[in-house]
């Protein structure tokens, strides 16, 4: 099929060798043999030449010691649907699928990426301290969301390897701590491209079977690329999600994985992962012979001080009815006592009462009512002498005042024949003839009516 394609293409592009075809149309033939003959194919190189415009695609330049391709990154792609699950950087060598395309508006070919891992130890590595600062700073390592492991669970639910050291030592040293817990096993793969998926797929089935009360994630060490499946974000985030306390035993001691630092408890190796999570039975044995010891000798000694206080007791209260009689005799003393402060009591309340009775005749309210009622017909006579009074005086100081306004009004100037002149523009008062125009408009109050005049002579004398 593919080189029949080749053939069928290069056959009608030599049938058309007599035709004229514009540059636009040779890119698109070029971009249609190379995108049918290749189609998908996986690349390995080293990122030079990275740009992040804003539009959020990536663009780079795949190399090696001997050539280099132009390749995009879509944004719509997803970070994580096509499986670039790190940050693209200059320098990073990857290992991509893509599509081989054609830009026809410069005719160049270039790769359109979908999907990248890293490679080499360095890349790992630098994908690694990536993952881990991001989720450091989401806060995901905090000591605050760990959980406390169980002290001694029921049930311990294993995700390792199900051939190997790792699960005969977990099995090993169970048995010889305490042989009576039961163990879950859920059996991945612990390297490889499947790996991760099939450790989180068997967190899930775990939580969804609910018996397990604490989960241990081990495998043995390796490389880094060994290591790898244990340093995924997915797989990180489903563990901090877990509400199951989880410990982690992956790799060796010296060995980290982003599986440790999100875990609830990280462990050295598996096999310490085991004596972590599961006390030795002949320890608690001694720890419980030892705290039984000490419950029974304080019980003793309890009882011994009992028996001597009860002595004690014994030898204070010989005869209990002389303590009755005595407490008899006592009660009849306080009985008289009560009664005769009761006595006194009820004479002191008939003396009160009769003393607040007489007080209240002597202040009866009626009495008071009459004397306010004159009180106040009192006020009201001497209120309208006044007021007629005041009336008076003020009427004979208005009459007054009218007569004086009378006299200065402007109206009895005007009737005795004068006049005021206003100016028609300004509307002031014209008191000097140097203050008009030939032809200036002035207006004439009198004293009935006023008279729209036009100056036609001045006269200065």
Not at 150 to 166: D, E, H, M, Q, Y
Not at 368 to 397: C, D, H, P, T, V
């Amino acid at each position: 099929m593919f080189y029949l394609k080749i053939f069928d293409t290069s056959q009608r592009m030599m049938g058309l060798a007599q035709e004229i075809i514009t540059v636009s149309q040779l890119n698109e033939n070029i971009k249609y043999i190379l995108e049918e003959t290749f189609g998908f194919v996986w690349v390995e190189g080293e990122i030079s030449n990275l740009r992040r415009p804003q539009s959020g695609h990536v663009y780079f330049t795949l190399k090696d010691d001997k050539s280099q391709v132009r390749a995009v990154y879509f944004k719509q792609f997803g970070r994580y649907r096509q499986g670039i699950s790190f940050e693209l950087e200059e320098g990073l060598h990857i290992l991509c699928r893509a599509k081989v395309s054609v830009y026809t508006p410069r005719g160049e070919y270039q790769l359109i990426v979908e999907s990248a891992e890293p490679r080499g130890v360095g890349a790992l590595q630098k994908l690694f301290e990536q993952l881990k600062a991001k989720l450091a700073a989401e806060g995901l390592f905090d000591e605050k969301y760990k959980k406390a492991i169980p002290f001694l669970p029921r049930i311990i639910g294993v995700i390792t390897s199900p051939s190997g050291a790792v699960i005969k030592d977990i099995l090993n040293i169970t048995a010889r701590r305490f042989s009576s817990v039961d163990l879950i096993i859920a059996p991945v793969r612990v390297q490889g491209a499947e790996a991760t998926r099939e450790i989180v797929q068997a967190l899930r089935n775990l939580h969804a079977d609910g018996r397990a009360e604490v989960i241990i994630i081990a495998r043995g060490g390796g490389s880094l690329e060994d290591l790898a499946p244990f340093n995924d974000e997915i797989l990180a985030r489903e563990i901090f999600h877990s509400f199951i306390p989880i410990v982690s035993a992956v790799g060796h001691e010296t060995d980290f994985t982003i599986c440790d630092f999100v875990a609830d408890l990280r462990a050295p190796t598996p096999s310490a992962a085991a004596e972590l999570v599961v006390p030795e039975r002949e320890e608690l044995l001694k720890k419980l012979q030892k705290l039984d010891n000490r419950i029974k000798v304080g019980l003793l000694r309890c009882v011994e001080e009992k028996k001597d206080e009860l002595d004690e007791l014994k030898t204070r209260f010989r005869d209990p009815r002389r303590l009755l009689a005595d407490w008899q005799i006592h009660l009849d003393v306080l009985r008289d006592r009560l009664k005769t402060a009761f006595h006194h009591i009820e004479k002191n309340l008939y003396t009160d009462l009769r003393q607040r009775e007489l007080r209240l005749l002597h202040q009866s309210p009626a009495r008071k009512i009459e004397e306010k009622k004159e009180k106040i017909n009192n006020i009201g006579r001497n209120m309208r002498r006044i007021f007629s009074g005041r009336l008076a005086l003020y009427n004979e100081q208005l009459r007054r005042t009218a007569v004086v306004l009378e006299s200065l009004s402007p109206l009895n100037v005007l009737r005795r024949g004068y006049s005021i002149t206003r100016s028609m523009a300004g509307n002031a008062v014209i008191r000097r003839a140097d203050e008009l125009r030939v032809g200036d408009d002035v207006n004439i109050r009198l004293a009935e009516g006023s008279i729209d005049a036009r100056v036609k002579k001045i006269s200065r004398e």
